[in-house]
């Protein structure tokens, strides 16, 4: 009589460790499923899959000794951990993960993963230039003490997308031409796997670019351009400009540039200078300017994409270079232009020829270059490029 009262509870302990079957308490075979796996940003994903209750025990072994918990759960578990949040101190840690099904075999499976708990961010190193003038490319060199990943800078509160470069990043501003003397402020950030979050903050001082200006005297034909009848024809030919230098695409450059005309003669007019035509009001020179003879070949002083290849009225024979990332080129005055629109050019590649078409006093190439919609010195891409 005794030993009747004992088994029914016992056979119900039994029905509800088996998930409700008899049957499946005693057939069961199967060893519970027990994964670790990595979350991403330092999380970890524990999972167990049985159709009953499961017993487990963990075990972390870390810097500090070992840690280990015992219990029971429902067989179902998916629980993620951020490790970094888990209060563990740095160090390399193996977590163990032991289950036993509460079937009539105890079923049993087991597995283990090492991670590593790394709560320093990542330190950066910065180098660039600690002056610059208006209408320069602001190029910075960034390295990290370890593997970064979503790196990116503020400049003046604007946000830049950092380049991939070699071992690091580069962070490529334009400085307007108008930008007025005094710091800018740089904050740069870089998170490593484990989501550790490093800022590096400096400043790059604009100082004030004080030329002389220079009074450019046009003869009667070219300056019939500048005058208010002309004004629609020049205000479609800007737009048409314009709108060519907008998009960013991917990058083409892959080195420094080269010099689109070689020439031993002097620069005429350097990028930047302030200027007035006829005594007109002061402007700035967006280009630079270089003397050649009518026919001397111009060439593509990077790998690019013309995106513009066509006679207009101020600018004359004009070509644009879409080097991709934000980074034109732009060549004006061309007596005859040797590509078309929709083109992929190499370096070195034969664009076109010299010439003194459109507002020009005389054959020279005008070479501009623009960054993110800012015209900026070309001279500062060739040769080495402006973070070297
Ligand atoms: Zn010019």
């Known amino acids: 009589m005794l030993r009747w009262l004992w088994v029914v509870p016992a056979l119900g302990v039994a029905l509800w460790a088996s998930g409700g079957s008899l049957v499946r ?39 500090t000794g070992e840690r280990v918990e015992t219990g029971t759960a429902s067989g179902r578990v998916e629980r993620t951990f951020q490790i970094q949040r888990a209060g563990l101190v740095e160090g ?41 003038v208006p209408g320069s490319t602001l190029a910075a060199l960034i390295t990290a003490n370890e593997a970064v990943n979503a790196v990116w800078a503020e400049l003046d509160q604007v946000r830049y997308q950092l380049v991939p470069w ?12 108008s930008a007025t003397p ?51 024809a020049r205000r479609q030919e ?59 070949p111009i060439v593509a002083p990077a790998p690019g994409l013309v995106v513009l290849a066509r006679q207009v009225p101020v600018r004359g024979g004009l070509t644009v270079l879409d080097h991709g990332l934000g980074l034109y080129s732009a060549y004006f005055h061309q007596s ?18 010299v010439g003194s078409t459109g507002l020009s006093t005389g054959p020279h190439l005008h070479w501009e270059m623009t960054f993110l919609e800012e015209p900026v010195n070309p001279l500062q891409w060739v040769g080495r490029l402006p973070w070297e």
């Open 25 to 63: 308490y005693v057939s069961d075979a199967t060893p519970p499923l027990v994964e670790l796996l990595p979350a991403g940003h330092g999380r970890l994903t524990l999972r167990i899959n049985d159709t009953s209750p499961v017993h487990f025990r963990t075990s972390l072994v870390g810097p």
């Open 92 to 132: 390399r840690y193996t977590l163990a993960v032991q289950v036993v099904d509460s079937s009539w075999r105890r079923n049993a499976a087991r597995t283990a993963m090492g991670f590593v708990v790394d709560l320093t961010p990542p330190r950066l190193q910065v180098h660039l230039p600690s002056q610059l």
């Open 166 to 177: 070699e071992e690091g990043y580069v962070l490529l501003a334009p400085i307007p031409l």
């Open 182 to 232: 005094g710091p800018r402020q740089i904050r740069l950030h870089a998170t490593d796997a484990q989501g550790n979050t490093g800022v590096w903050e400096g400043a790059v001082e604009v100082v004030s670019d004080s030329r002389s200006v220079q009074d450019i005297t046009l003869p009667p034909g070219p300056a019939a351009l500048l005058a208010p009848e002309a004004a629609e």
């Open 238 to 296: 800007s737009e048409l400009y314009n709108s060519s230098l907008g998009p960013v695409t991917p990058r083409r450059w892959q080195g420094p540039f080269l010099m689109p005309v070689t020439t031993d003669r002097e620069i005429s007019s350097s990028f930047g200078s302030r200027r007035t035509i006829n005594g007109g009001p002061v402007h700035f020179h967006l280009g630079h300017d270089i003397p050649a003879p009518v026919g001397t």
């Open 336 to 353: 005859a232009l040797l590509v078309q629109e929709g083109q992929e050019v190499a370096i070195g590649q034969v664009i076109g020829q």
